[in-house]
């Protein structure tokens, strides 16, 4: 996983590189099943841990990033753990019905279309962007224009936040990094997700202004999972 200090982290390309990284399908262990919804978790992306990009000290060779977007678990906290054998089991999930928000998709699909995808280096303008964003510097005319230009994605849809993986992260409520919830260490981003046609990647209707984030305790083997809107 990219060190407290990279700067950059990168960005998901869609086509088959040197590593298996990928969106949608399924991961080689069985999913386990929403405690919330009784229905499996589904794989949003998996990181090939081989790629030393991302530098991540696992002792598998991918590392699935699970969310249960078919119930109202997907506006509270999330965590699991993988044990020795690389199968995950849910740590912490909200159990029953929200009273403040009913929009989620109880008609959700098991398995995402499988996306290959690759990653190049965030440009630098973009990282700066990132980092005055984080920091609530505002932005100049053109850096403001650059931003836009971006998340427009050239397909004439307004969104709200992009794929990422490693580096700065980018979220649209400026969420903290969490606590690992069996250590209590500070845990290390690790992606954020969105949609985005041009990466062949869309895992909500409509949902342009949705971002799903994972960060991970290489220590305790956790993904703890947040959904910003």
């Not at 929403?34 to 949003?44: A, M, Q």
Request: some cysteine.
């Amino acid at each position: 996983m990219p060190s407290r200090h990279q700067p950059i982290g990168f960005l998901p390309v869609a086509h088959k590189g040197q590593y298996a990284h990928r969106f949608g399908g399924t991961p080689s262990t069985p999913l386990p099943v929403c405690p919330n919804c009784s229905k499996p978790f589904v794989t949003f992306c998996t990181l090939d841990t081989s790629d030393p990009r991302i530098s991540l000290s696992f002792p598998f060779p991918e590392l699935p990033l699970i969310y249960c977007m078919r119930c109202a678990a997907c506006w509270y906290s999330f965590s699991y753990q993988l044990n020795e054998a690389g199968e995950m089991s849910p740590l912490q999930i909200y159990r029953g019905s929200s009273d403040w928000w009913d929009e989620w998709y109880a008609e959700f699909t098991n398995v995402l279309p499988v996306t290959n995808f690759d990653l190049i280096s965030m440009p630098p303008k973009l990282a700066a962007i990132i980092k005055k964003l984080t920091a609530d510097i505002p932005l100049t005319k053109d850096e403001n224009n650059q931003w836009n230009h971006l998340l427009g994605h050239k397909r004439g849809k307004a969104v709200d936040a992009i794929n990422q993986v490693g580096g700065m992260p980018y979220s649209i409520q400026r969420v903290p990094s969490p606590e690992c919830l069996l250590c209590s260490e500070t845990m290390q981003f690790l992606a954020s997700l969105c949609n985005d046609e041009d990466a062949g990647f869309r895992f909500m209707p409509d949902a342009w202004s949705a971002q799903i984030i994972f960060f991970f305790c290489t220590a305790c083997r956790v993904v703890s999972v947040i959904h910003s809107t």
